[in-house]
């Protein structure tokens, strides 16, 4: 029953009800997309969570995430996988740098710079290290690895969702950390990701918000300098901040109509002014991971509208990862733990 109650909520928040995944997948389909498992039942791991998506410069489509026999498990490590000609390549642990769980990987490409890889390394939140990696060939090779804030603990740089770069050229991550209390801020590096600045952690108004906990921003910039974020919380809905001066600064946060699970969440805007999110529309702290939904916003995130979901069976679809390609957007997400899938969605469909 609370599962269902939760479902109603998220199509009240839409306005309209959600096309289903069928339905959906043959419009993708028609269009010239997919919707394709990464990997199958042959892997190399039990387990694995939190995936990441970019393209790169050669148009390659780049997918990461974290694998092992369970979270928080020492064997867990960070892996890739390459979907080119219509194929994702077989999946590759790029990342393994101590007999240390490793966590919520990253991916991002700065056009002008290279293509980056961040992830956590640690036994529990609390005790995160960020560590990154570059590549100049499109992902084919990597790095050594660095501490991206050396000495933090906790958890600096991106912690689930890619950063943006703002129309300064400033890259802004968005970033939280889980000691004693759940707290996200902003962080910004005006030099490539050789230094950052971090901000004051988001505040909430505890009474007004009934909030008391929120992590893993998604960004978006609106306008030059004015930056939204969005964020998961313990309130069964989804929280809000905004700033104004490229997110040095930020106003205090307010809860939206969104309906969240506690779960991962992730945005983005296109070029035309819509912004979509990916989540589940779960209005339950600690609910059901499922269905997982696509949704628009014409109005800079004040109301939004469904688009489709892309599963609603019984099992986990969570941590979705949503960037921009070539001709439309991908989407990547954890299913059930055994697996990753990918939705490739042409512009075409989203018109």
Not at 29 to 39: L, M, N, S, W
Not at 126 to 140: H, I, K, R
Request: with cysteine; charged share 25%.
């Amino acid at each position: 029953m609370m599962w269902t109650l939760g479902i109603v909520a998220g199509l009240a928040a839409y306005g309209q009800a959600a096309l289903t995944p069928d339905v959906f997948l043959r419009q993708v389909i028609e269009k010239g997309g997919g919707a394709d498992f990464i990997f199958g039942d042959d892997r190399p791991f039990p387990e694995c969570h939190a995936s990441t998506l970019v393209e790169t410069g050669n148009g390659t489509l780049l997918c990461a995430w974290f694998g092992g026999t369970k979270e928080k498990d020492p064997d867990v490590g960070i892996w890739t996988s390459r979907f080119a000609n219509g194929t994702w390549s077989p999946v590759k642990r790029t990342a393994k740098i101590a007999p240390i769980a490793h966590w919520n990987p990253v991916l991002f490409r700065d056009p002008k710079r290279a293509t980056y890889l961040f992830f956590k390394v640690g036994p529990s939140v609390p005790s995160w290290q960020t560590y990154w990696m570059q590549s100049g060939d499109d992902g084919e090779t990597w790095s050594d690895p660095v501490e991206l804030a050396p000495g933090d603990r906790g958890g600096r740089g991106p912690v689930k969702n890619k950063p943006i770069i703002l129309s300064d050229g400033a890259w802004l991550a968005p970033a939280s950390t889980e000691e004693k209390a759940w707290k996200a801020f902003a962080d910004r590096s005006e030099d490539g990701g050789k230094t950052w600045q971090r901000s004051d952690d988001f505040f909430f108004d505890v009474k007004k918000t009934n909030c008391r906990g929120a992590i893993q921003p998604t960004f978006w910039e609106s306008a030059p300098g004015h930056v939204h974020a969005l964020m998961r919380t313990t309130a069964g809905k989804i929280a809000r901040a905004d700033s104004s001066d490229g997110g040095k600064t930020w106003a205090p946060a307010e809860m939206t109509d969104l309906p969240n699970n506690n779960s991962g969440i992730d945005a983005l805007r296109l070029d035309d002014g819509r912004v979509l999110l990916v989540y589940n529309p779960v209005a339950r702290n600690w609910g059901p991971r499922t269905p997982l939904t696509l949704t628009v916003s014409k109005d800079n995130g004040q109301t939004w509208s469904a688009i489709a979901d892309l599963e609603t069976a019984p099992g986990e679809y969570s941590y979705p990862a949503i960037v921009r390609t070539s001709n439309g957007v991908a989407i990547s997400y954890t299913w059930k733990r055994e697996r990753i899938r990918c939705w490739r969605i042409p512009d075409e469909v989203l018109k």
